[in-house]
């Protein structure tokens, strides 16, 4: 048998039919009420629900104890309970009429047409209000009867709508010290609007062929605001010159200045994006061989040594390496890793071995709870901040040793404190708390001086670039900004005695890419690139850039002053997609991708002339210098061969040793299946010549899947090891590598 209850719902004052309500009907009985049936008030506030015995889902007695509800079209205010005024054994057919008082709407209509503001702006985010939008925007105007509202009246005239206003209004609607209620009625609003269009009409026919589905309109509607409130321009103009702090830094990074609070809330309501081949090859091609990482923190003494260890060698070799700790979530890239220190402690012609993770607050905070928390940089990151900390730090990329004390760096955040020869973590590392920006993983430590210069890049909010210096007592003594046109990725710099110079190369960070899905590094040819120079103690004023034909720089070797000159070493390739596999710049093949060949720029400083050459048409990178000579002009150049044949991988399988005075260089290879790292040159203690000492790096033997460090005479590269380590585990490819003498470990303040 069926039933049928029909009815209306208006306004009590006015006698309208009041569109869009929920309408629910129940049978109340003793254990549980049955809720026999839903359905939306139509245009005239007029509702129909039919519904059987198969709809009790108690024994069916007959004559329901029938009572409505009515809620808003989004299912959260409920505008009346009939609960109290049940009709008793209910016929067959039931007829409602429900006024409801203008009174229920009115702190409705207050916020519908704030978040109308919000929706005008979303739909003008990409600069145009196509005509879908606008009749669609329209109807919503009209169906919260909105539209002779003055502000209303102004927007439905087409004026445009800037992110900023969108976002301003965003930030009315919200308050200015929004509360988690708030952003969570903000969400439900924005479903309810877009809900309300409950009927397709021609008109929007334009609106929806971009977002055929009435159920991801929000997502889209959510994906634009995200991509407009993470685009560097907006940040730029919304951002108010602020102060950082050590703890900003260290958990919030690069997304310090973004309006994370709102994107946090909508962030929630966007389906993952697809994840595209080209990165699960990425994720692939870092987590295997010797990119996987190890499970085992280990010490072991008195290791094999084939050959023999110098006597006068004596201290720590050290690479950092990532390695995940847990499977890592989203995509994965080989800069996330977490940090682990890999060292071979050499005395007395002795070698010992051990690898420790650099302990992160969020490595620990993981460690805790099992898994994974914060995912990598091709990620978004954590807007709703476990922990209170957005982004993770994996402090993976390079080790360098200033006033007593070793520290592990990632250019995301703050440094790490380690001691040696332990490798136990300190902690991170803020100069008492005055490291206001993120800290370079290629700090460089004038020879003479001790001072140690660095300098912090933000790739999405301004100051994008910061510059800073550490007394060699160990004390910031000036962070400056640095302005850039648009925020990029620079990784090293480099110094002369008295200036600092700098790479703006045009890798730009794009984060809004990553809610399509796509990767959210862009490298533009279009842009030119610069080098910088600034006197060591100098700001922004007394900067002069020098352009050069687009390239990208990832390592400078070294730097110095030559007259009116600045001589630059580095490594220069046309073009970069950050070691992600790909063939497409800019829609154009590019073999030359991520190609690294040594290059030396003479930039004058009285003329402005600026040379650029060439020095040898094959790929190294990591390259190393006797780090005595750091900021002076050198001879020579140590520098890992690149294993072409392995691409994508990016591997290394001999070093070469360039003499910039002859214009010579030779080679050690490795040994076929064998590749290594980037290699340390260690000066024999009171050497008077410069390349008097070592070459120190790890090698992988990809036949026996073991590793060994390798120890060879700085002076005869070409005939091989003087001394192979023989490690008992395998030391996962890596990054930067250090080395800290036994005479620095019996300075170390902890
Ligand atoms: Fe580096």
């Not at 091709?378 to 957005?390: A, G, Q, T």
């Not at 402090?395 to 200033?402: F, K």
């Not at 070093?655 to 010579?664: A, F, I, N, R, S």
């Amino acid at each position: 048998m069926s039933y049928k209850i029909i009815g209306k719902v208006y306004e009590t004052e006015t006698s309208l039919g009041i569109p869009n309500l929920i309408v629910q009907a129940f049978d109340k009985d003793m254990l549980k009420d049955d809720n026999l049936g839903e359905t939306i008030t139509d245009s005239e506030g007029k509702f129909e629900i039919n519904y059987t015995e198969k709809d009790f889902k108690e024994m069916f007695e007959g004559g329901p104890d029938l009572y409505i509800i009515i809620k808003t079209r989004d299912g959260v205010n409920t505008l009346y309970n009939g609960k109290n005024n049940i009709r008793h054994e209910a016929k067959r057919h039931e007829h409602f009429d429900i006024g409801i008082p203008k009174s229920a709407f009115a702190p409705l209509i207050k916020d519908d047409k704030q978040l109308l503001k919000v929706l005008w702006g979303v739909a003008w985010l990409d600069g145009v209000l196509e005509p879908g939008e606008k009749l669609y925007l329209k109807q919503v105007a009209n169906e919260k009867g909105l539209a002779d509202e003055p502000e209303i009246k102004t927007l439905l005239e087409e004026k445009p709508v800037s992110s900023e206003e969108a976002y301003a209004s965003l930030v009315e609607y919200l308050g200015t010290n929004p509360s988690d209620e708030d952003y969570d009625e903000l969400c439900r609003s924005l479903e309810t609007l877009i809900a309300l269009d409950s009927v397709v009409e021609d008109v929007e026919t334009e609106f929806l062929a971009s977002i055929p589905k009435r159920e991801t309109r929000k997502t889209t509607l959510n994906q634009r605001l995200l991509g407009a409130f993470l685009d560097s321009e907006f940040i730029a103009k919304i951002s108010k010159p602020k102060i950082s702090t050590s703890l900003t830094v260290q958990k919030e990074g690069a997304y310090s200045d973004t309006p994370y609070r709102v994107m946090s809330q909508l962030i929630d309501k966007i389906e993952p994006p697809e994840i595209k081949e080209i990165q699960k090859i990425l994720a692939g091609l870092f987590l295997q061989d010797n990119f996987a990482p190890v499970k085992e923190e280990i010490t072991a003494s008195d290791l094999p040594v084939i050959g023999q260890l110098p006597q006068e060698l004596s201290g720590m070799f050290l690479r950092i390496s990532p390695n995940p700790l847990f499977p890592p979530i989203g995509l994965y890239h080989w800069f996330d890793g977490d940090g682990m220190l890999h060292g071979v402690n050499i005395k007395d012609g002795k070698a010992s071995y051990r690898n420790r993770y650099v302990q992160t607050d969020t490595l620990k905070i993981e460690k805790q709870e099992g898994k994974a928390i914060w995912p990598g940089l091709l990620n978004l990151p954590r807007f709703d901040s476990p922990h209170e900390i957005m982004i993770k730090n994996p402090a993976n990329t390079s080790v360098i040793w200033h006033a007593g004390k070793l520290f592990a760096l990632c250019e995301a955040g703050v440094p790490h404190h380690i001691r040696v020869p332990d490798l136990e973590t300190v902690g991170a590392y803020t100069f008492n708390d005055k490291l206001t920006c993120a800290f370079t993983a290629h700090p460089k430590i004038d020879p003479v001086t001790g001072e140690m210069m660095f300098f912090g890049f933000s790739p999405i909010a301004p100051a994008y670039l910061s510059y800073g210096v550490v007394t060699a007592e160990g004390e910031i003594t000036r962070i400056v900004p640095i302005e850039l046109p648009s925020p990029v990725m620079m990784h090293d710099f480099a110094i002369t005695q008295n200036y600092s110079i700098f790479l703006d190369m045009p890798l730009g960070f794009v984060p809004g890419k990553m809610i399509k899905g796509e990767i959210p590094l862009a490298f533009n040819p279009k842009r030119k690139s610069r080098i910088g120079i600034i006197l060591r103690h100098g700001d922004n004023n007394s900067l002069r850039w020098f352009e050069v034909p687009t390239c990208m720089v990832y390592h400078t070797v070294n730097a110095y002053e030559e007259g009116s000159e600045i001589v630059l070493l580095g490594l220069r390739m046309p073009s970069t997609n950050l070691l992600i596999p790909s063939d497409d710049i800019e829609n154009g093949k590019n073999s030359e991708n991520e190609m690294a060949k040594m290059c030396r720029w003479r930039i004058d400083l009285k003329t402005g002339v600026i040379a650029e050459e060439l020095l040898d048409d094959q790929v190294t990178e990591f390259p190393r210098i006797n780090d005595n000579l750091v900021g002076r002009k050198m001879r020579y150049i140590y520098a890992g061969e690149g294993a072409l044949y392995a691409n994508p991988k990016p591997l290394l399988d001999g070093v070469k040793k360039y003499d910039l005075e002859k214009g010579t260089n030779e080679s050690y290879f490795f040994g076929r299946g064998r590749f290594g790292g980037e290699c340390v040159f260690v000066p024999r203690p009171n050497a008077t010549v410069e390349d008097d000492g070592w070459v120190i790096t790890y090698i992988h033997d990809t036949i026996t899947d073991r590793s060994e460090l390798i120890v060879l005479n700085a002076q005869k590269i070409t005939v091989g090891p003087v001394a192979r380590v023989m490690l008992p585990q395998r030391v996962p490819y890596g990054f930067h590598c250090g080395w800290v003498s036994s005479e620095q470990m019996a300075t170390q303040k902890i």
